[in-house]
């Protein structure tokens, strides 16, 4: 396992950061099997796990814990807040409030003193950033938190997060968790370039574009075909034209002698701006998987292969980066009196 500097945080990170959101009842529902999970991946070398709240209510952050017992020193824990967590309307978001209340919850399902990254699971439009900046200093200066970072943010909302802090003297954003992969490349006009300039780490997710780009032969027959499938259906346009594209990744990874998830992973790990791609295996068999192409590196005619099948900036199907489009434009309050 190779080890990349996260942004400006001076922590070393693996090039795979184990995601947990599949440990609990949205994936492995077995506990002890998702602790040896975790195992697996830390004796392989990974050092960097990342979770949130929301992730089975709680469960996920809960199981991380359990793993960790006698190993916490040995990994960098990042995990969520701000995705909504109840019913009731305060219990998600950007608030002081919130914030204050949700780091406590996490800390202790998580049975920790301190969370090395701790980010905003989704932009919040209606709170101002100055608070959530505010509140998020004051975790650090309480030692409860080390570095702060964003998640799924579009460039413009990077941009004015770090103008805030400067204006404010508050503690900066220095990571930002996009979803990329070989099939959602949008980001890289502007997230990724603006990231790269404020000298933020970025951690991505959905390498595989969501078991697109896994290899397995029938999707409709995957874990998350199960409660979306809407997303495998090839009738729809931007299914139908990742199937396109699909074959002919899958001959560009017969032709290179790897397999397609070890090629699809690479690709995101050559971007100049990632500093770590999370995998989230919900078996010891998907996790060993992918640890076998840890040290792929992939050559400048393989890379521009892949520019030839789905061009820089495009995203195949729209509707994945869903949270890519202008706050303005997703929420209809912010447009109606």
């Known amino acids: 396992m190779k080890y990349r500097?996260?942004?400006?945080?001076?922590?070393s990170v693996s090039e795979y950061t184990l995601g947990a959101m599949m440990f609990g009842a949205m994936g492995n529902q077995d506990h002890g099997d998702s602790v040896r999970i975790i195992h697996q991946a830390l004796d392989a070398g990974i050092n960097i796990m990342d979770t949130a709240d929301v992730y089975s209510k709680g469960e996920s952050e809960v199981i991380v814990g359990k793993a960790l017992k006698g190993r916490r020193d040995q990994v960098i824990?990042?995990?969520?807040?701000?995705?909504?967590?109840?019913?009731d309307p305060n219990q998600r978001g950007g608030s002081a409030r919130w914030i204050k209340k949700a780091v406590e919850d996490s800390l202790r399902r998580l049975d920790t003193d301190y969370i090395d990254l701790y980010q905003i699971h989704r932009?919040?439009?209606?709170?101002?950033?100055?608070?959530?900046?505010?509140?998020?200093?004051?975790?650090?200066?309480?030692?409860k938190v080390r570095a702060i970072g964003s998640s799924t943010f579009?460039?413009?909302?990077?941009?004015?997060?770090?103008?805030?802090?400067?204006?404010?003297?508050y503690h900066r954003f220095l990571t930002e968790q996009p979803r990329y992969s070989i099939f959602t490349r949008r980001l890289e006009?502007?997230?990724?370039?603006?990231?790269?300039?404020?000298?933020?780490g970025v951690i991505t997710y959905s390498p595989l574009n969501s078991g697109w780009l896994s290899g397995r032969a029938d999707l409709t027959a995957s874990?998350?075909?199960?409660?979306?499938?809407?997303?495998?259906?090839?009738?729809?346009?931007?299914?139908?034209?990742?199937?396109?594209?699909?074959?002919?990744?899958?001959k560009l990874a017969e032709e290179s002698g790897v397999t397609l998830p070890h090629l699809a992973v690479a690709f995101v790990k050559a971007h100049p701006a990632v500093s770590s791609v999370i995998i989230g295996p919900r078996t010891a068999e998907q996790l060993e998987s992918l640890l076998a192409g840890a040290d792929?590196?992939?050559?400048?005619?393989?890379?521009?292969?892949?520019?030839?099948?789905?061009?820089?900036?495009?995203?195949?199907?729209?509707?994945?980066?869903y949270a890519d489009e202008p706050p303005a434009l997703m929420d209809k309050r912010l447009r109606r009196r």
């Open 5 to 11: 500097i996260l942004g400006a945080t001076g922590m």
């Open 154 to 169: 579009p460039a413009e909302w990077i941009v004015e997060a770090q103008w805030a802090a400067r204006r404010g003297n």
């Open 189 to 200: 006009g502007a997230v990724l370039p603006t990231a790269l300039r404020y000298g933020m």
């Open 123 to 143: 932009l919040d439009v209606h709170t101002d950033m100055a608070e959530t900046l505010a509140a998020l200093s004051d975790l650090i200066r309480e030692g």
């Open 296 to 321: 792929l590196e992939l050559t400048e005619e393989q890379l521009d292969r892949i520019d030839e099948i789905v061009p820089p900036g495009k995203d195949l199907n729209p509707e994945d980066n």
């Open 77 to 87: 824990l990042a995990t969520k807040f701000g995705l909504p967590m109840s019913a």
């Open 223 to 250: 874990h998350r075909a199960l409660t979306l499938p809407d997303q495998y259906d090839p009738a729809l346009p931007g299914n139908a034209a990742k199937a396109e594209a699909l074959e002919k990744l899958n």
